[in-house]
């Protein structure tokens, strides 16, 4: 079936410092990708749409300089978190849609296990 | 713009009972899909059933129904023979089928979903 790798599971970093996401599609292109953020016993937030080849459109009040996101190629977008502060701790998950919808069933948006991102 | 309201922030349900979860939504759109999501301790979002507009019955994954009144915007699931597995957070969501494969999903606040043994 559809797998939407997602790494790290976890991180803890020093406040200042930038971390990296990485969201990729191991067995199907998505040309769109979704990054999500989510606070303790909340909603999906959704931040921004990855697009492939482009840039990304952010949702109101995302800061985009902040929450740098790089679709480079098919299978794989970017979240980095630069300048990271403890407000910034939560969990994010990113998705990923079948482009050419060659998944097992009719969904083709299928989610990561999520990053939980704790700075100090 | 389309909203999603989960006015139930927690159930409880006797395992092997029958619980329902409750779900509306708003929207002007007439093409538009559905869905409820489990997310378990995990954190895994976990898709367990998906509606289309369109289609006037109401979708069944096993244990798992909907039932879609479209006139009234509402969207409630219901889980039969409720298993310890099923704890879980659960979340109704909306995609517009306006737009193509930018179409973002919009989510309820969720109903967290306890089973007793």
């Known amino acids: 079936g559809a797998v939407v790798s997602q790494h790290p599971s976890w991180v803890i970093c020093k406040s200042g410092t930038s971390v990296k996401i990485e969201c990729r599609s191991l067995?199907?292109?998505?040309?769109?990708m979704f990054w999500y953020r989510q606070f303790p016993k909340q909603s999906l937030m959704l931040m921004a749409t990855s697009n492939e080849g482009s840039k990304a459109t952010y949702e109101q009040g995302v800061e985009k300089d902040k929450f740098l996101i790089n679709h480079a190629s098919l299978t794989l977008s970017t979240l980095t978190v630069t300048s990271a502060h403890p407000e910034d701790s939560s969990f994010y998950i990113c998705?990923?849609?079948?482009?050419?919808?060659?998944?097992?069933?009719?969904?083709?948006?299928?989610f990561g296990s999520g990053t939980q991102l704790s700075v100090l | 713009a389309q909203t999603v309201t989960q006015s139930q922030p927690e159930m409880s349900v006797q395992e092997a009972e029958t619980v329902t979860l409750s779900c509306t939504y708003d929207?002007?759109?007439?093409?538009?899909?559905l869905f409820w999501y489990k997310q378990p301790p995990s954190r895994q979002m976990i898709l367990v059933i998906r509606q289309e507009a369109y289609k006037q019955q109401n979708a069944t994954e096993n244990r798992f129904s909907v039932n879609f009144q479209k006139a009234a915007k509402s969207f409630s699931l219901k889980i039969s023979d409720s298993q310890l597995g099923d704890a879980a957070m659960y979340f109704c969501?909306?995609?517009?089928?306006?737009?193509?494969?930018?179409?973002?999903?919009?989510f309820g606040t969720g109903t967290l979903l306890a089973v007793q043994p």
């Open positions: 067995d199907f292109q998505a040309t769109t």
């Open positions: 929207t002007s759109e007439s093409d538009y899909y």
């Open positions: 969501a909306y995609r517009s089928d306006y737009g193509g494969a930018t179409n973002k999903l919009i």
């Open positions: 998705s990923a849609r079948d482009t050419l919808g060659q998944g097992p069933t009719n969904e083709k948006l299928f």
